[in-house]
Nanobody, 126 residues
Framework: QVHLVESGGGVVQPGDSVRLSCTAS????????MGWFRQAPGKEREFVAT??????????AAFVKGRFTCSRDNAMNTNTVYLQMRNLKPEDTAVYYC?????????????????WGQGTQVTVSA
């Protein structure tokens, strides 16, 4: 059973930067792609970014437009995925979820993910 815990959310101002972290434990999570999704109030959960098991490949939603970077640290005893977010906008306000996929390749569809964290709130407001 893979357990995912997100951290790093909070209240920031437009234009600020935030780095979210997701620590994985309990399984062979380093063998699988990891992803970030978000859900804004009243909206469906949507894909944000994904990184392959190796960390060499990543993919992003169109709305990211170069503002976010998804990376991972697969060092021994440290299975952590990061989402560095820059130039945040009010429309980035959402609960951000970390997820572990069922394959090592980058994954965009939610159906490709088996394990999910509880989410961390990011609020962008002046």
């Amino acid at each position: 059973q893979v357990h995912l815990v997100e951290s790093g959310g909070g209240v920031v101002q437009p234009g600020d930067s935030v780095r979210l972290s997701c620590t994985a434990s309990g399984g062979t999570e380093s063998r699988f792609a990891m992803g970030w999704f978000r859900q804004a109030p009243g909206k469906e959960r949507e894909f944000v970014a994904t990184v392959s098991a190796s960390g060499l490949s990543s993919s992003y939603a169109a709305f990211v437009k170069g503002r976010f970077t998804c990376s991972r640290d697969n060092a021994m005893n440290t299975n952590t995925v990061y989402l560095q977010m820059r130039n945040l906008k009010p429309e980035d306000t959402a609960v951000y979820y970390c997820a572990a996929a069922t394959s090592p390749n980058v994954a965009i569809d939610q159906e490709e993910y088996e394990y999910w964290g509880q989410g961390t709130q990011v609020t962008v407001s002046a």
